[in-house]
């Protein structure tokens, strides 16, 4: 038994040097200028027990795709989770800012591993599954937490939700191409207001135009 768990070990510790060995080639080199001998170099293992794990590049490419996903979906419910607790739109600004500025530096530092995202999905359609799953996990996480913040409001908010992951996404993209510190605040802070525009102001949307209604009536 003792010998099966050493095993056991060995193998989650060989997977876990080549994950992290090929992530940081990846990021470093990107994906079409690492090779399978480069990513075994790093992580001091045998190519043999590379194929004992991962199939080609390819292969291991997918599976820190996924667990980056799955990361990310539980960071994504965690943050409307805090999101649905507030009622006070600065408070709510403030919260979000720190928690946006948290995620673009995350994303500066994995933002090379996904530079060549696009072009891998067109060679393996297991990459485009993953993004597509994601992007829709995404979307519906966004959709669950607007009808339950607002029960009351008669709306497609899937359309709704997929803007905000749409915009989110393309502005996450572009804030870190800005190296301008005071630009780079002003843009986020403008980030934020949209997000907050989409989310948080649909309540007092809904109020105003309810108001006018019952005038019209009146």
Known sequence: MGTERK???????SRKKLLDSAYALFVEKGYYNTNTKEIVRFAGISIGNFYNYYRDKGDIYCALLEDYCSNSCKAMKELLDQLATFEDRAACKEFLLK?????LERFDGTNRFFEDSVIIAKENTRVQEIISRA????????EMFLKRRYPEVREDFYIRARMI???TDRIANDISCIGNVQQKRKYMDLFAEEILRYTFDLQVSNQEFQEQTDIGKA
Not at 99 to 103: A, G, P, Q, V, Y
Not at 135 to 142: K, T
């Open 99 to 103: 928690d946006l500025n948290s995620l």
């Open 165 to 167: 992951y749409i915009i």
């Open 135 to 142: 992007e829709e996990d995404f979307i519906a996480m966004v």
């Open 7 to 13: 095993k056991q070990q060995r193998a989650i510790e």
